[in-house]
Structure formats: structure tokens, C-alpha cells
């Protein structure tokens, strides 16, 4: 882990201070726009905007790279994303807002493939694993610290908006300035969705609702700290929870589905979070409640995108896991550009009101366990010890990242393999 730190301390900082950047406008739009008298469902388009934007960047990013270079592509984008933060809150307009969310994510998307390419062409073999999990927890340090940076300046002024453009914009240095050479970039030839829902339904299914699960948290969790009135702090907690969760549980997670049937462990994880999201729903004026409701969901769900991809590859060849990458985040992108649409209408005042955050994933969780134990009806388990090597990712990691990871998978299984 040493080595592996001090090799790439300076792409894991800058990667850092981007999540850092990402994570405070997203919490800062959701207040801001109730300062600003937006309603939840007009608030629910400008954050579902972000995915669009976000899947339009990853099919979209790797022909820019190709084109023009990573140091090109990377500065651009990361450019653009300064510039649209401080936009925001000079021009409080909804359909602004969501040229800006479009604009963000795309820019974020072709911003991570460029760093996470950056990431694995820093590695070798030897520390290829140790890589992706200093990532993986980069990633999470920064969504979480972002959450207290909220309260630095005013969501009513420029502050803090000028702070989140000012971490995107010092995250270049790091990168920029110290990764020799420039990684080649190669895109794997695809699977088709069909080949993929062939190959493993619940793992398509799964993502697909997953997205809807991710994106609600992501998006709409802010929004629905400011509708309910918590204070900037409590909000402030309140979805830094969310990603503690994750952080906590996604290992020990990895560590016993390597040990049972996957199928029985993601209908149980999920039914947990769908329980989880339930006491959200009925316990949502003590804040304590919503305080363990978070951690769960955030603790469950995120480990999920992880499992999901695992139990997909144990049903592929070495040689096509690389290719369904690309087809299982396309999928789940799809699924998280619905989320923050239907949490902010089931939020509106004719239906569930702010009960509804917590009513989407319940329900999107609920119906994963179910068909995950329908799945283990329609074919036999693999044997646990044909199965591959769990491997931590996030939700909001790109297909390069997932190839990264199925990579480091297969190296594991091969060394598993020759100790035997």
C-alpha cells in the first residue's frame, strides 16, 4: 500500500479533490434550489440531468481521448466543470441548472475515465489491487468530506460555489503535472445488452434498479434534507451517512460473499436496505432514525454494484469480462437517469410528500431481493469455489474502473488458482 502511495500520491489527490468538488454541488444545488423556491420535482430534473450527462461522457469520452490525448481531454473538462460551479449560483434558473448538471456530468464522466486509465496504467501486477482500493476509498474520503465543507461558506451566496470550483481547479496540478507518461488508451470491443441479460438477468435487472437507488441517494438526498427543514449541519450529516455506510460495510461484505451463493446475499443485503428504507420512511422526524436509516441503506445498496458485477462475471470467460463492463454501467446508467425523476415525484405534495425519498428505494430494493430469489429458482448455484474474487467498486465509477477491477479479479483468481 506504501508503494503504491508514494507512486501515485499526487493522481489520488487530484482524484480527491475532484469527488471533493463533485460531492459539494451536488449537496449545495439540492439547498440552494429550496432557498431559491424550486419545487422537489423541478429539483428532481436538474439532478437526473447530471446522469444524463454522466452516461452521454462515458460512451463519448474514450473517441475524445483517443482523438485529441488524455492531458487534452483532462484539462477541458475539468476546466468546464470550474467554470459551470460558479454559473450556478449567477444564474439561478432551472433550465440553466440543468445545461449546467448535463454539462457537469459529461465533464466528470470523461474526467474519471481519463484519471482511472491514468490509475491502472500506474500500476503493475503486484499492486494492481492495493490501487483500486486506495481508489475506492479516495473516492469515498472525498464524497464524505465534501459534506462538511457545506458549512464553510453561505448556500445563499457565492462562497461556497467559488470553493467547490476552486478544488476542481487545483485538482489539475497534481494530475497534470506529475503522470509520465501518457497511458495508452485502447476500448474494449462490447458485449450487446442482449448477450449480457442472456448471460446473467439479475445482474442486469440488478444494476438497472440499482441505478434508480444510487442516483435517488446521490442526488436527492440534499433535496430532501432541505424539504423536511434540517438544519445545514444535520443535512450536512445526514448524506455524508449515505457514503460512511459504504465505507464500512462494502469489505466485510466482499469478504463473505466470496464464501456463499450470491444470489442469497444480495436478496439478503437488499432486504435489509429495503427494511432500512422503511424505517426512513416512518421514522423520518427523529433524526437519529433517519441517522441509522442512511447508514444501512448507504451500507447495503453501495455494496451491491460491487456484488452484482461479481456474481455477472462468474458466469463469463476471463476474456469477457472486460467486454460486459461497458454493457452492465451503460445499464445502470440508464436506471440512475429515472432515479431523482420519480423520487422528486413521489415527493410531491399530492402523493407521498417527503416520505417518498425513502418510498423509491424501499421499493426498488425490495423488488431486487425478490427477483434475486426467483434467480435461485431458475438455474443451479455455481460451486463457491469456481467462483471469482470479489472486488470493491463504486457506483459512481466508469467502465474503465470496472475493467480495472475485473482485472485485478482475474489476477487474484489466477494466483488463487497456482497456490492450490
Known amino acids: 500500500m506504501l508503494q503504491v502511495l508514494s507512486s501515485a500520491w499526487a493522481l489520488l489527490l487530484g482524484i480527491c479533490l475532484l469527488l471533493v468538488g463533485n460531492g459539494l454541488q451536488g449537496t449545495l444545488l439540492g439547498v440552494r434550489g429550496e432557498i431559491e423556491g424550486f419545487s422537489t420535482f423541478q429539483m428532481s430534473i436538474v439532478m437526473s440531468a447530471y446522469f444524463i450527462g454522466f ?3 462515458s460512451r463519448m469520452a474514450p473517441e475524445l481521448i483517443r482523438r485529441v490525448g488524455h492531458v487534452r481531454v483532462f484539462a477541458a473538462l475539468a476546466s468546464f466543470i470550474s467554470a459551470v460551479m460558479i454559473l450556478y449560483p449567477a444564474l439561478p434558473n432551472m433550465w440553466v441548472w440543468i445545461l449546467g448538471r448535463v454539462i457537469i456530468g459529461f465533464c466528470f464522466s470523461g474526467v474519471y475515465v481519463t484519471a482511472e486509465s491514468w490509475l491502472n496504467n ?3 501486477n503486484s499492486n494492481r489491487g492495493k490501487a483500486l482500493s486506495l481508489y475506492m476509498i479516495v473516492q469515498m ?3 464524505i468530506s465534501a459534506q462538511g465543507l457545506i ?3 453561505d448556500p445563499g451566496g457565492y462562497e461556497a460555489f467559488i470553493i467547490a470550483s476552486i478544488l476542481v481547479s487545483i485538482s489539475f496540478g497534481p494530475i497534470l503535472l506529475s503522470i509520465s507518461p501518457t497511458p495508452a488508451f485502447d476500448t474494449t470491443k462490447r ?3 442482449r ?4 448471460i446473467s438477468p439479475l445482474g442486469c435487472v440488478g444494476m438497472f434498479l440499482l441505478g434508480g437507488i444510487f442516483s435517488a441517494q446521490f442526488g436527492m438526498s440534499s433535496v430532501y434534507g432541505a424539504t423536511i427543514g434540517l438544519s445545514l449541519g444535520n443535512l450536512s450529516l445526514f448524506v455524508a451517512t449515505f457514503y460512511i455506510g459504504a465505507l464500512f460495510l462494502q469489505y466485510p461484505l466482499g469478504w463473505v460473499s466470496d464464501r456463499m451463493d450470491r444470489r442469497f446475499l444480495i436478496m439478503g443485503v437488499a432486504a435489509v436496505g429495503g427494511a432500512a428504507a422503511v424505517v426512513g420512511m416512518m421514522f423520518g422526524d427523529q433524526f437519529s432514525m433517519l441517522l441509522v436509516s442512511a447508514f444501512v441503506i448507504g451500507g447495503m445498496s453501495n455494496p451491491l454494484y460491487s456484488l452484482l458485477i461479481a456474481y455477472t462475471n462468474d458466469y463469463l470467460e476471463h476474456d469477457d469480462m472486460a467486454a460486459a463492463s461497458g454493457g452492465l ?6 436506471g440512475a437517469i429515472a432515479g431523482p425523476m420519480i423520487t422528486g415525484w413521489l415527493m410531491g405534495d399530492a402523493l407521498l410528500g417527503p416520505p417518498g425519498f425513502f418510498a423509491l428505494m424501499a421499493a426498488l430494493l425490495f423488488v431486487m431481493a425478490a427477483y434475486a430469489l ?3 429458482t431458475q438455474r443451479a448455484a455455481i460451486p463457491v469455489e469456481e467462483t471469482g474474487t470479489f472486488t470493491v467498486m463504486t457506483p459512481a465509477s466508469t467502465s474503465v474502473a470496472v475493467e480495472f477491477a475485473q482485472e485485478v479479479a482475474i489476477e487474484a483468481e489466477l494466483e488463487e488458482q497456482e497456490t492450490q
Request: glycine content about 18%; aromatic content about 8%; proline content about 0%.
Open 55 to 57: 452516461l452521454g461522457g
Open 122 to 124: 500506474a500500476a503493475d
Open 141 to 143: 474520503i472525498g464524497i
Open 151 to 153: 458549512q464553510v461558506g
Open 191 to 193: 458485449m450487446t445488452l
Open 195 to 198: 448477450e449480457i441479460m442472456t
Open 329 to 334: 454501467v451503460f445499464i445502470n446508467g440508464l
Open 374 to 376: 426467483y434467480r435461485t
